[in-house]
Nanobody, 125 residues
Framework: QVQLVESGGGSVQAGGSLRLSCAAS????????MGWFRQAPGKEREGVAV???????SSADSVKGRFTVSKDNVKNIMYLQMNNLKPEDTAIYYC???????????????????WGQGTQVTVSS
């Protein structure tokens, strides 16, 4: 079983930055593909940025050039660095993971079995 705990959310003005962390336990993240998803009120959950067990990444077009996903295999933590935040980035951000090796990763939430509890990010204009 994989346990995921997010931290780092908060409130920030447009143009500001935040860094989210996702601490994993139960498995080494070197055996997981992981991702960040978000859900705004009244909207479906969407993939934001994902990373494979080998460190390959993909991100949604809406965050390209602003958000960066990374991980620390020693600390067993995945990060999401969010720069130049916009009001439309306001959402609950979730960390997700599934067992898998190599370069596989996915922006589809259906590909993930393990989820964190979520952390709120609010961007004001």
């Amino acid at each position: 079983q994989v346990q995921l705990v997010e931290s780092g959310g908060g409130s920030v003005q447009a143009g500001g930055s935040l860094r989210l962390s996702c601490a994993a336990s139960g498995y080494t993240i070197m055996s997981l593909y992981m991702g960040w998803f978000r859900q705004a009120p009244g909207k479906e959950r969407e993939g934001v940025a994902v990373i494979s067990s080998t460190g390959s990444t993909s991100s949604a077009d809406s965050v390209k050039g602003r958000f960066t996903v990374s991980k620390d295999n020693v600390k067993n933590i995945m990060y999401l660095q969010m720069n130049n935040l916009k009001p439309e980035d306001t959402a609950i951000y979730y960390c997700a993971a599934n067992l898998g090796y190599g370069g596989y990763r996915s922006l589809s939430s259906s590909e993930y079995n393990y989820w964190g509890q979520g952390t709120q990010v609010t961007v004001s204009s």
